[in-house]
Every structure is written in C-alpha cells, then in structure tokens.
C-alpha cells in the first residue's frame, strides 16, 4: 500500500483515512517535506538523514503503532511525501534505497 501526499496535511488527518490500517504495518516515509516536533526521531526504528540540506533525500523507518503515537502526541504537518506500507515480518535496509 502506498499513499502519495499532495496537500499540506497533519498526520492525524492522514491516518484517519487509514481507519486503523496504520498500526497493520511498519512504514517507510520517503520524499518528506514537512513540519516535525524537536524530538520526532525518537519514534522512528532507523532513518537516513543526509547533510545536502534536502529534506526529501532522508528516510525514516516507523512502525505503525509509533506512526500513530506521533499522530496523537505531536503537531505533525506534511506538504508532499511518500508512506509505503511494509509487513512487520519484511527486513528494510535504509542504506540501499
């Protein structure tokens, strides 16, 4: 399951179509351009964050239960991204996207 954003959502908002579909899975969220709380990485399982100033080339790796935590705890906006489901039981290894 993949969901391209095209529109300056919250995360809230983005899983509230998920009907609950979110916490299913482990997430890759790619492409980001988007507004994060100071302590966002502490729910992410692993991430990619690349110093070239460009906040579409980083990776983040999140399950779907922390997905939803951030969605409820933090203030969370995203204007374009990629969020790519992926079975729990499915190894990502961020370094060969």
């Known amino acids: 399951m993949n969901t391209i954003l095209e529109d300056f959502l919250e995360l809230k908002e983005i899983l509230n179509s998920f009907n609950g579909l979110e916490k299913e899975y482990n997430w890759l969220l790619t492409d980001l351009d988007w507004s994060y709380p100071d302590n966002y990485l502490d729910y992410f399982m692993d991430y990619r964050i690349y110093d070239d100033s460009s906040h579409c080339r980083n990776n983040y790796l ?36």
């Open 62 to 97: 999140i399950t779907g239960e922390n997905l939803n935590k951030l969605a409820n705890m933090k203030e969370v906006y995203f204007i374009w991204g990629v969020f790519s489901a992926i079975e729990k039981n499915e190894i990502v290894d961020l370094d060969t996207i």
